[in-house]
């Protein structure tokens, strides 16, 4: 996985490419990467992430459904807006842990330095951005502390091991409120998909 130094190079140079169905396993397009069983990992075990590729076989993501018992109003307290979200904050990634990203449903770009990763749903890096959302449409998003990163050939490695499942990225699954039962729903799904192939 690449520093975090490399990152805003990488994302200032990523093209805003157009969604397209993934087929299994398939880490050249968006998708939502599903952990295996088998994958013990502390950090990675039982996780949903949605990823997307950045070119030269690079990938960034987030994890979807590991929610902390911290809210944004506890990290922010002298941001008043920060106090009105109930939604906690959720675990994105192992890199800059100590920077809050946004994953946020809207029809057109939130601005800064922000990446479409479907239709109508892009994260948000640029700190000014993110306040932005938390004060004019905090109910449309997902707040997370940190991301993952791939360096090339990567991730095509770890599911070429066995280490994921990559399923189509439903916006309706990346956004939903309750991320309760989602990796064993998901991984059901999976499941189900590769026993009949």
Do not use: C
Not at 130 to 148: M, S, Y
């Amino acid at each position: 996985m690449i520093a975090p130094r490399f990152l805003l190079v990488l994302f200032a140079a990523a093209a805003l490419a157009a969604w397209k169905p993934a087929h299994p396993a398939d880490p050249s397009q968006t998708v939502l990467l599903v952990a295996k069983r088998q994958l013990q990992d502390p950090l990675y075990r039982s996780t949903v992430i949605l990823v997307r590729p950045m070119g030269a076989d690079q990938h960034i993501g987030v994890i979807l459904n590991r929610p902390t018992k911290v809210k944004l109003g506890e990290l922010f307290p002298e941001h008043k807006p920060s106090q009105s979200v109930r939604d906690p904050v959720y675990v994105g990634g192992p890199m800059s842990t100590s920077v809050i990203f946004a994953i946020v449903q809207r029809r057109d770009s939130p601005g800064g330095k922000s990446l479409q990763m479907l239709p109508e749903v892009f994260m948000v890096f640029e700190g000014s951005t993110v306040d932005q959302i938390i004060e004019k449409d905090p109910e449309h998003a997902r707040f997370l502390a940190g991301l993952v990163a791939w360096r090339p050939g990567e991730l095509r490695e770890e599911i070429k091991r066995g280490a994921w499942f990559a399923l189509d990225a439903d916006p309706a699954v990346v956004l939903r409120k309750s991320t309760d039962g989602m990796w064993e729903e998901l991984l059901r799904r999976a499941e189900s998909a590769a026993s009949a192939i």
